[in-house]
């Protein structure tokens, strides 16, 4: 059900893919809540990918973009800018990739090339966005900037991997620029460490089958799927969580704060 929480709010939206997507979910869900959007994901992931198809239901636009590139960052932000004709109001973040993962390297054995990338794709590319949106002053007051984050970058998650670190440097990156562009304009920064969700990347992980189902099992509430995120992003670009930055949220159903324990069932 839609209540117009974005009504005439404009942003970009990083990393849908197809259906599977948490990016196309939000996409969707921020255009029914009145929003109008740029799509952006690599040049390759748009060949690859089914955006158009998103594109031409979301009456949106695509700009093609390597989220390591400053250079297509900039490129990016100016012509959503000129898109919207000024400064717009939230930015998706949901961009990730190992491919010490995609290579089954264990953590103790990573490829450091591979580990340097996936830093940069998953990390170092949302502090060049940050950046880069700062700069161009690209971002209304009381704007919004949301990343994607996962537990493991609190605790560790065995099969994750180098990907856990670089959420790790993605969370430290939030909060420091959170506290930058909130004094700046009031533009709050903020994670989501959602549930493990049936991604076409997450099914790259290891192990991925038993992560889903031992997490729905100890979550009091189940899993949050790719909606349930898309529904709790949709709150975080609204005028409703103006005084909530440089935080990491958890849309989990509760399993970050359990103890999973043999005897606890019922």
């Known amino acids: 059900m839609a209540n117009n929480l974005l009504k005439g709010k404009k942003g970009i939206i990083f990393g849908a893919l197809n259906e599977q997507s948490i990016a196309w979910k939000v996409a969707e869900r921020v255009v029914e809540e009145g929003a109008s959007i740029v799509l952006t994901n690599t040049p390759v992931s748009i060949k690859f990918g089914t955006i158009q198809e998103l594109a ?17 960052l900039s490129a990016l932000v100016d012509a959503a ?10 930015v998706l973040h949901a961009v990730g990739m190992s491919g010490n993962l995609r290579k089954g390297k264990p953590y103790q054995k ?29 971002l209304n007051e009381w704007g919004s900037v949301v990343a994607l984050s996962y537990i493991a970058a609190d605790r560790v998650m065995p099969g ?30 903020n994670t989501v460490s959602q549930s493990p969700t049936a991604t076409t990347a997450g099914q790259g992980i290891a192990g991925m089958d038993k992560m889903l189902a031992f997490a729905d099992e100890t979550s009091p509430l189940g899993n949050a799927s790719a909606l349930d995120c898309a529904d709790y992003v949709v709150t975080l670009f609204s005028d409703l969580t103006r005084k909530v930055t440089m935080q990491n949220l958890y849309n989990d159903g509760g399993f970050s704060s359990v103890l999973p324990y043999p005897e606890m069932k019922e």
């Open 56 to 72: 031409q239901k979301t009456g949106s636009i695509v700009v093609p973009a390597d989220a390591t590139s400053v250079d297509d």
């Open 110 to 138: 990573l490829n450091y090339d591979f580990y340097a990338k996936t830093l940069d794709v998953s990390a170092l590319s949302f502090h060049k966005l940050l950046q880069t949106l700062y700069d161009k002053d690209a």
């Open 160 to 189: 994750y991997n180098d990907m856990a670190d670089a959420k790790a440097v993605l969370q430290a990156i939030a909060r420091n620029f959170g506290y930058l562009y909130g004094r700046k304009c009031h533009v709050r920064v």
């Open 81 to 90: 800018i000129e898109h919207f004709g000024g400064k717009f109001d939230f």
